[in-house]
């Protein structure tokens, strides 16, 4: 009887935790384009990629959905989400917006052990462009711009951006995105790094703002639609040629 409340405890936690494990599985699957988009979502297989009921599938889906990322369609499931371009470009506007209270929150928050951080960050990500790494390239793009939000230290900025950034991540599974080089990526995160430490709020969100921005524009010229207000550098990542297209991944 001793051990019984202990190991009810210890259910609960296995219980309760469980969806939530598989939803982040499920989130990374649909995030590497592993389950691509437009793609529908079968509870059974899922549960059996798992070995588990249905029950933890569901309550993922149901959260996924939530999050955006998943669409209920009556009676015929679950499918990943689609953007089209429209909704991505309002994306990108509003993350314009977003980019620049992070980079002002970061200039004011920053510490020199931060900026070390941050260039450390620069030097890995030259690194892989030297390689051609790709994939590498995406994560540790992805993780320099976790630190920014990390930095800024707002739940609900962080909470808002991270959804939006999930949403467009649908969108860059499909569109193109012709490219200047890694490099010339380097260089742009790189410009952030110089605005950031130089303490000047007003710098530092526009360069942020401008890095969103170029990103924006290109996608425009990738999509064959009108260009945007600004010139096409980099914000997502690029390919290695400007004569060749890969799908963006960055955060």
């Known amino acids: 009887m001793e051990n019984s409340k202990p190991t009810s405890a210890l259910a609960f936690l296995q219980s309760s935790s469980l969806p939530m494990l598989v939803q982040e599985e499920i989130e990374r699957l649909i995030m590497t384009g592993e389950l691509p988009v437009g793609s529908r979502i079968n509870e059974s297989d899922m549960a059996a990629r798992f070995n ?21 369609e009556k009676n015929r499931g679950m499918f990943v989400r689609e953007i089209s371009f429209e909704e991505a470009d309002e994306i990108y506007e509003l993350r314009e917006a977003m980019e620049e209270i992070i980079g002002r929150r970061v200039s004011k ?19 892989a462009a030297q390689a051609e790494n790709l994939e590498q390239y995406a994560q540790l793009n992805l993780q320099f711009h976790e630190i920014l939000l990390d930095t800024a230290g707002s739940k609900k900025l962080t909470e808002t951006y991270q959804r939006l950034i999930k949403e467009l991540s649908l969108f860059r599974m499909r569109a193109l995105d012709g490219g200047g080089g890694l490099r010339v990526s380097v260089d742009e995160h790189s410009h952030i790094v110089d605005a950031i430490a130089s303490g000047d709020a007003d710098r530092a969100g526009q360069a942020l703002r401008q890095h969103v921005a170029d ?7 990738a999509m064959g639609r009108p260009d945007s207000d600004s010139d096409s550098n980099s914000d997502s990542i690029p390919t290695t040629s400007s004569s060749t297209s890969t799908p963006s991944k960055e955060a």
């Open 109 to 127: 928050a920053i510490t020199p052990d931060g900026v070390d951080r941050l260039k450390a960050m620069i030097d890995a990500m030259r690194v």
């Open 215 to 221: 990103s924006r524009a290109r996608m425009h010229k």
């Open 52 to 72: 588990t009921s249905r029950g933890p599938i569901r309550e993922a889906l149901r959260s996924l959905e939530e999050a955006g990322l998943l669409r209920t």
